[in-house]
């Protein structure tokens, strides 16, 4: 643990588990990320309180075993605000960062109807611009997402997400999180991993001394398969297509097959960039992110600034300024080949010769493997030779067991053993009593390769239709499956930009509305607008609708207007039958969940509400475009 993080000291994940054990501690582990991409563990305590107290003392501890803590530049932790204080006093140079899992399940918990005042359709609206903002590329974006938030929603989200998110959201904005160098983690996931690779070994609630032996056995499997892939990563011959690049070549031999793997896809995508200017080395290029000014050797886009690997504008500036694309300096020495090797245990075991590391169940593991193939050989011989077999098989136990340094290597020569023995009466004695099982050993051989003409059963026919048959295996036609219809969505389920272009069509004629959502869009005057009430969409109605969603397609006079039919259709708040067109009340009704339209019992064939949860008309079902 100590020398993994001593070689990856720059990105430490901290999460706790719980229900492991009958004591109810949680156990907090501390996680790296190694120069493949690999999750090694850095840490792991349990703790009888989570309190400030427990915590410091748990980093104070952790910091005296290892004199690499100055390096950490990042940690990842979920929203507790206990946690990141803590973590944040005792590591002042490292950038404290929220797990976006984390940060959308907050979101969840706390923006509620009942919390907020709010209704469902408003729910679901500050929720998706919640989650805009925290994939939100660079600060413009989450400023702009920040102003529509502020004009549509109510003042009791604005003073929660100000409170709470909007001071700290560098720590869990996407576009600001990568320029920390996170190494393009988001989340906690690496952790979430090992905790349920944990939770499937370690028995619920399981006593102290059941989980320690099972958890270090974890471990001592998972160290096993991390070694086994880094042993694979150097023995590795990698397949070159005659197209490559010469410089992705080099990095391919320089970077560990992880980090190549991120320089080649940004290698792929380097067509897709865009010089706009060149002045003094600086280039201007355009991209998802905006303009962003590069030069050969840095860049300000969130993979550089994470990864500090090569992306796809410094390799196009680059190769428009006819320079080698292959540039060691580009690289962070943590994801080289010759920094790998030097960090993992299985190069340092077999540079230093000590193959007494390996622990028991790994010594226990590599021998099984050899003496399953040693029963398969020895069975299938018969008679005196399986007995012979057997007989030295045994002496090799008995010489074991009484603590001789015996071994034995058999095969057979022209018919006769060939043994070597340390003891060299045993061998003498080896020798003469496999005279015989050699001799017969050869003899029936020879009978067998004298049978060679054996006749083997003939395959048999599987005994199952072929696909697309028309009969069944008794003789009956097979049932033709329909071709399942569009898939009728309620109107809460419906995309932002499906919801923007329905409520648009109750205020303003269908063309109208396409081009206000066009590209480039065209703001809505005050003439297009409908201001007759009885003429609006009963959907207006619906609590699951959000009028507001359809602000930015109108001008102000004209989202006046809006906002005033609106109104004077609350007040009358009468429903009419979409098929007699007849006032719903003192008859039994059902709305559709796509459309929002009601319609009588009676008019759509039905004696009572149907049991299902939801319930769609009949035009909706035929058309669910709406």
């Known amino acids: 643990m100590k020398q993994s993080f001593s070689s990856y000291p720059e990105f430490l994940c901290v999460d706790a588990t719980y229900k492991l054990l009958e004591l109810r501690l949680p156990l907090y582990i501390l996680l790296v990320e190694d120069g493949n991409g690999e999750s090694e563990v850095a840490a792991a305590f349990l703790l009888l309180d989570e309190n400030e107290s427990s915590l410091t003392n748990i980093s104070r501890i952790f910091k005296e075993e290892n004199p ?14 206990t946690e990141r204080h803590v973590f944040a006093s005792q590591f002042p140079n490292a950038q404290m960062l ?19 005042g709010i209704t469902s359709g408003q729910r679901s609206l500050y929720l998706e611009l919640l989650q805009q903002m925290a994939y939100a590329t660079n600060e413009d974006k989450y400023d702009e997402i920040y102003t529509r938030l502020k004009d549509c929603a109510p003042s009791t989200v604005i003073q929660y997400f100000n409170e709470n998110w909007h001071p700290i959201r560098k720590q869990w904005t ?41 958890f270090f056995l974890t471990l001592s499997v998972l160290r096993s398969e991390r070694d086994h892939k880094a042993g694979l990563t150097a023995q590795k011959v990698h397949v070159v297509p005659e197209s490559t690049d010469p410089g992705l070549i080099r990095y391919m031999s320089h970077l560990t097959h992880y980090a190549y793997q991120f320089v080649s896809r940004q290698m792929s995508l380097k067509d897709k960039v865009q010089i706009i200017s060149v002045s003094d080395q600086e280039y201007c290029v355009k991209s998802s992110e905006g303009e962003l000014v590069v030069t050969p050797t840095s860049c300000h886009c969130m993979q550089w600034q994470s990864m500090r690997l090569p992306c796809r504008h410094i390799i196009a500036v680059r190769i428009d300024a006819n320079m080698d694309i292959f540039e060691p300096s580009l690289c962070d020495k ?93 061998f003498q004695d080896i020798c003469d009593e496999s005279e015989d099982v050699g001799h017969s050993y050869n003899l029936q051989t020879q009978d067998n390769l004298e049978n060679d003409n054996i006749s083997l059963p003939t395959k048999l026919k599987k005994r199952d239709r072929p696909k697309g048959h028309e009969l069944t295996v008794i003789g009956l036609p097979t049932k033709k499956r329909k071709c399942s219809e569009s898939k009728v969505l309620r109107f809460i389920k419906l995309s932002t930009r499906m919801k923007q272009k329905v409520i648009l069509e109750w205020f303003v004629d269908k063309d109208v509305a396409t081009r206000a959502l066009g590209s480039p869009p065209s703001l809505i005057e005050e003439h297009n607008v409908e201001i007759k009430p009885e003429l609006i969409h009963q959907g207006v109605l619906d609590e699951n609708v959000d009028v507001h969603l359809v602000r930015p397609f109108f001008t102000t006079d004209a989202w006046l207007c809006v906002t005033n039919v609106v109104q004077e259709k609350q007040k009358t708040h009468v429903y009419y039958c979409n098929c007699c067109h007849q006032d719903l009340e003192n008859f039994p009704s059902i709305g559709c969940d796509h459309c929002l339209l009601w319609t009588h019992l009676k008019c759509c064939g039905l004696k009572d509400r149907p049991k299902t949860r939801y319930w769609f008309c009949r035009k909706c079902h035929t058309n669910p475009t709406l």
Do not use: P
Request: hydrophobic content about 30%; some cysteine.
């Open 68 to 81: 690499a803590w100055e390096k950490v530049r990042v940690i990842m932790t979920d929203k507790d605000m």
């Open 98 to 116: 929220i797990c976006l899992y984390h940060t959308f399940r907050s979101f969840r918990r706390e923006i509620t109807t009942e919390k907020m």
């Open 174 to 214: 996407m576009g600001m999180k990568y320029s920390s160098g996170n190494f393009l983690n988001n989340t906690n996931n690496r952790l979430e991993s090992l905790n349920s690779k944990l939770k499937s070994v370690i028995s619920r609630y399981s006593s102290l001394e059941e989980f320690i032996e099972k």
């Open 334 to 426: 943590r994801w080289t080949m010759e920094y790998y090797k030097a960090s993992q245990r299985v190069f340092l075991n077999d540079h230093e010769g000590q193959s007494s590391d390996c622990s028991v169940f790994e010594k226990f593991r590599h021998v099984s493997k050899i003496t399953t193939k040693l029963a398969s050989l020895a069975s299938e011989v018969v008679g005196s030779e399986f007995e012979a077999r057997c007989d030295h098989l045994e002496k090799i136990i008995a010489s074991w067991e009484q603590g001789e340094s015996t071994s034995m290597l058999c095969g057979f020569t022209e018919g006769r053993e060939c043994f070597q023995d340390t003891n060299e009466s045993q």
